[in-house]
């Protein structure tokens, strides 16, 4: 695991680099293969909420700052209100639980054989920290998504995935996501 500077903050505080796994080529291949099949499942069986814009095929950033732009000006014209919340999965990846993500895609019917393969990406994972040149002895993970994996995106995506039906519930409105970040209007 190597920690790339984010652009700002103090070069000296950890705080200030984001970790980034480098994966050999065979694992960001099969990485690959497996992220394409459980996307198609994803939108064939439209697991993914219609307002999740990240990483969905026919679906764009600028589409969803084109809608989000457009909702501000009618909410806000004569006589309109809007109250919103940004929300921000701080760490994001770093907090997912292996055993709630594996249930979670079961839940969502995933196909057994996928879930078995992704688990064996994450079984006996350890990774090795490189900071200023000085590298640890392996370090076994036991929770979150891998930092520069092809999957880590759609999985935690999918983790999430019943948010926006279950803050409906609770008579809010969740306003297009992208990735990690979202909003509550």
């Not at 079961?106 to 920290?129: C, F, G, I, S």
Request: charged share 25%; hydrophobic share 40%; glycine share 8%.
């Amino acid at each position: 695991m190597l920690f790339l500077y984010k652009g700002s903050g103090d070069h000296s505080s950890y705080a200030a680099f984001r970790p980034v796994t480098v994966n050999p080529v065979p694992y960001r291949l099969f990485a690959q293969v497996l992220r394409r099949r459980t996307q198609a499942w994803a939108e064939r069986e439209k697991v993914l909420g219609e307002l999740q814009h990240a990483s969905c095929q026919g679906r764009r950033l600028e589409d969803n700052l084109f809608i989000r732009t457009q909702f501000i000006e009618l909410a806000t014209g004569p006589g309109g209100e809007l109250w919103a919340a940004f929300l921000d999965v701080e760490k994001a990846y770093d907090c997912v639980e292996h055993e709630v993500l594996w249930n979670r895609l079961r839940l969502q019917e995933l196909p057994e054989e996928v879930v078995a393969r992704l688990r064996a990406l994450y079984t006996d994972m350890k990774v090795v920290v490189e900071w200023q040149g000085l590298r640890s002895r392996p370090i076994e993970v036991q929770r979150g998504l891998r930092q520069g994996c092809p999957l880590s995106p759609l999985l935690f995506m999918l983790l999430l995935s019943d948010l926006e039906g279950e803050l409906e519930r609770c008579g809010l409105r969740f306003d297009l996501t992208y990735m990690d970040d979202g909003r509550v209007v």
